[in-house]
C-alpha cells in the first residue's frame, strides 16, 4: 500500500517541532513511532503536507525519577517503559497494560505518547478511501452522518488505547506544551468524548510527558479481543488499588475512556461499579463482537480484574 | 516534491540512496535494492511478514519511512548467513519443515532474531509469545516454534 505524498521534516528540539507545524499552517503530523499514524495515512484518513519526526528531540525520550514520581518522556516505548523496575515493583496495572498492548515487535517500536495520543477507530473508518468513498463519508471524514448509528448526533468511534486507563487509575498527568505555553493536566482531562476530534489537546501541541506517582499499589488489567496474540481491546479494564481505594479505569467502548472510584474495597462496592459502568457503557455496531456482548463483558470483566488482585493479581 | 537523502547500512554495505519523503523502508528495500525477502502482506502493521532488524531490533518495515533510518543499520534476511553459512535459525526451519508456503518465514525468522538478540535462551512461552504476531497461514505454529528453541540451543 503506497502513501500519500508528503514531505519529512525532523525536528531536533520541541521548538523546532511547533515552529515546522506552524510554518506548514498546521497541515502536519508528529510522527513518533508511526505506528499508529502511518496505517491511517495509508488509508488515506489524512492528507498533511509534512510529517514531523519528533523521535530527535532528546528531551522527549527520557524516563527519570523526581521527588516520587516517575517522569515519563512520551518517546519512551512502550517495551522500555515495561522494562522499567519501578513501573514493575510498584505499578502492576500499568505493567500488565503496557504488556497486553499489541505485540513484542510493535511494543519497540510504539511510544507511549503515540499511545495515548493515538485516533479512536471504528469498523466503518479505519478502511480505504475507495470503501469509504463508496460507503460515503461519515462525520468523522467531514461528512454529515454516522455510517453505524442511524440518525447520531454524534460520532461513536471507540478510544481502543490500553494504557490510558491505568495511567488514569494510577493518578497520571500529562504535560502539553503549545505555541502559548505548558500546562499540566490529569491524563482524563486529555479526552473530549466526542469522537471526531477525541482529544482537547489542540493541534500543534506536544505531549511533552507523563509524571507517574510511585506509590505502592496493587492491580491488573484485563481485556476482552478476538486475537490473542495481537489486538486492540473491544474492552479493556484497568484497576489499581492504593490505601484502601481503588480506580477502575475503562477503554474500547466509545470515543473516551472512563474512570470510576471506589472509596473501599469491598463485594458491594465493587458490584456497585460493576453495575455503574455497564449502564454507562454504550457500545454500537461498530467492533467485530456484538454490543450487547461487549457491553456485558464491561461488569464481568470489573469483578474478575478483583478476583485476580485478591488472588495475587498476576495474569 | 523533493527527494531526501539517507545512508543507511543494509547487511553491513553502506548505502546512500535518495528516497522519496513518504517511502517505506519495505519499499526502499523490496524496489530499490531489490531485497525482497521481507515480503508485503498486509502493510498495516498487523502481520509481520516485513519484518527486519533495525539496529538488532525487529521492526515492521511497512510502517517505517526510510528517512527515519537514516544513520541506521538495517539486517534483512539476505543479511544473515555468515561466511556463506546459512544461520542457524535458517537451517533450523528447514530441519523441522517450519516452511510451507514460505511467505511469512523471512519475517518469522527476523523476529526470532530479534528475540534472541536480546534473550540467548528463550523459554517456549517466550517464543510464542514473541511470534505469534507474526501471522501463518499454513503452519500451525508448531514446526516454527520448534526450529526456535533447536536454534536457540544450537547457538548457545
Ligand atoms: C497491528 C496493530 C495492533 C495494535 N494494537 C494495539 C493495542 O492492542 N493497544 C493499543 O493501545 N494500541 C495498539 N496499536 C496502536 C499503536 O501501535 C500503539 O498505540 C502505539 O503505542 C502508538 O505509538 P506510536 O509512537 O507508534 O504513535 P504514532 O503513530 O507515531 O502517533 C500516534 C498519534 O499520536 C500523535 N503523537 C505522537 N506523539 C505525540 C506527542 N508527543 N505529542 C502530541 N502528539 C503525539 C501523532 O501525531 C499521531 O497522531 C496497534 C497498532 C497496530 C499496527
Ligand atoms: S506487511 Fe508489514 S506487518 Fe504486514
Ligand atoms: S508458511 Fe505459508 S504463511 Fe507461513
Redesign the pocket.
Known amino acids: 500500500m503506497i502513501l500519500p505524498k508528503f514531505e519529512y521534516k525532523k525536528a531536533r528540539t520541541i521548538e523546532e517541532a511547533l515552529e515546522i507545524y506552524s510554518q506548514y499552517n498546521g497541515e502536519a503530523f508528529y510522527l513518533a513511532g508511526g505506528t499508529d499514524l502511518v496505517p491511517l495515512l495509508k488509508h488515506r484518513l489524512f492528507n498533511p503536507k509534512v510529517v514531523i519526526d519528533i523521535k530527535g528531540i532528546e528531551e522527549l525520550k527520557t524516563i527519570t525519577k523526581k521527588g516520587g514520581n516517575l517522569l515519563v518522556g512520551p518517546n519512551a516505548t512502550l517495551y522500555e517503559l515495561k522494562g522499567t523496575p519501578e513501573i514493575q515493583e510498584k505499578l502492576p496495572c500499568l505493567f500488565q497494560s503496557l504488556d497486553a498492548t499489541s505485540c513484542e515487535t510493535l511494543q519497540m517500536r510504539g511510544t507511549i505518547g503515540g499511545n495515548i495520543m493515538q485516533n479512536t477507530r471504528c469498523l466503518q473508518y479505519n478502511k480505504s478511501l475507495e470503501w469509504r468513498t463508496a460507503r460515503g463519508f461519515c462525520y468523522k471524514m467531514g461528512g454529515k452522518t454516522c455510517n453505524v448509528v442511524l440518525n447520531a448526533k454524534a460520532c461513536y468511534s471507540n478510544y481502543c488505547g490500553d494504557n490510558a486507563p491505568s495511567l488514569m487509575t494510577v493518578d497520571a498527568k500529562a504535560r502539553i506544551v503549545g505555541p502559548t505555553g505548558e500546562k499540566t493536566i490529569k491524563v482524563e482531562k486529555l479526552f473530549s468524548g466526542d469522537g471526531k476530534e477525541p482529544f482537547t489537546v489542540k493541534p500543534g501541541e506536544i505531549l511533552k510527558g507523563i509524571i507517574i506517582p510511585l506509590k505502592e499499589t496493587k492491580g491488573a488489567y484485563e481485556k476482552l479481543t478476538v486475537r490473542g496474540s495481537i489486538d486492540y481491546p473491544l474492552v479493556g479494564v484497568a484497576v489499581t488499588i492504593k490505601d484502601g481505594s481503588a480506580k477502575v479505569g475503562v477503554t474500547g467502548i466509545g470515543p473516551c475512556p472512563r474512570v470510576y472510584e471506589l472509596k473501599e474495597v469491598n463485594e458491594k462496592e465493587i458490584n456497585n461499579i460493576a453495575d455503574k459502568a455497564y449502564e454507562d457503557a454504550k457500545p454500537v455496531l461498530n467492533a467485530v463482537l456484538t454490543p450487547a456482548y461487549r457491553k456485558k463483558m464491561v461488569g464481568v470483566l470489573i469483578k474478575r480484574v478483583f478476583k485476580r488482585i485478591e488472588k495475587g493479581g498476576s495474569r | 516534491m523533493k527527494t531526501v537523502k539517507v545512508t543507511i547500512n543494509v547487511n553491513n554495505e553502506k548505502i546512500k540512496l535518495q528516497v522519496k519523503p513518504y517511502e517505506t523502508l519495505l519499499e526502499t528495500l523490496r524496489e530499490r535494492l531489490a531485497l525482497t525477502g521481507a515480503k508485503e502482506a498486509c502493510s498495516l502493521g498487523s502481520c509481520g511478514s516485513c519484518t527486519v532488524l533495525l539496529n538488532g531490533t525487529p521492526v515492521r518495515s511497512c510502517l517505517i519511512l526510510t528517512p527515519e533510518v537514516d544513520g541506521a543499520s538495517i539486517t534483512t534476511i539476505e543479511g544473515l548467513k555468515e561466511d556463506g553459512k546459512l544461520h542457524p535459525l535458517q537451517e533450523a526451519f528447514m530441519e523441522k519443515g517450519a516452511?510451507?508456503?514460505?511467505?511469512?518465514?523471512s519475517g518469522m525468522i527476523m523476529t526470532a532474531k530479534g528475540l534472541l538478540n536480546r534473550n540467548k535462551k528463550p523459554s517456549r512461552a517466550e517464543i510464542i509469545k514473541s511470534i505469534s504476531s507474526n501471522i501463518?497461514?499454513?503452519?500451525g505454529y508448531k514446526k516454527i516454534v520448534e526450529a526456535v528453541e533447536e536454534a536457540s540451543k544450537k547457538m548457545a
Not at chain 2, 99 to 105: D, I, M, N, R
Not at chain 2, 136 to 139: K, L, Q, V, Y
Open positions: 516452511v510451507q508456503c514460505g511467505f511469512c518465514t501463518c497461514r499454513c503452519t
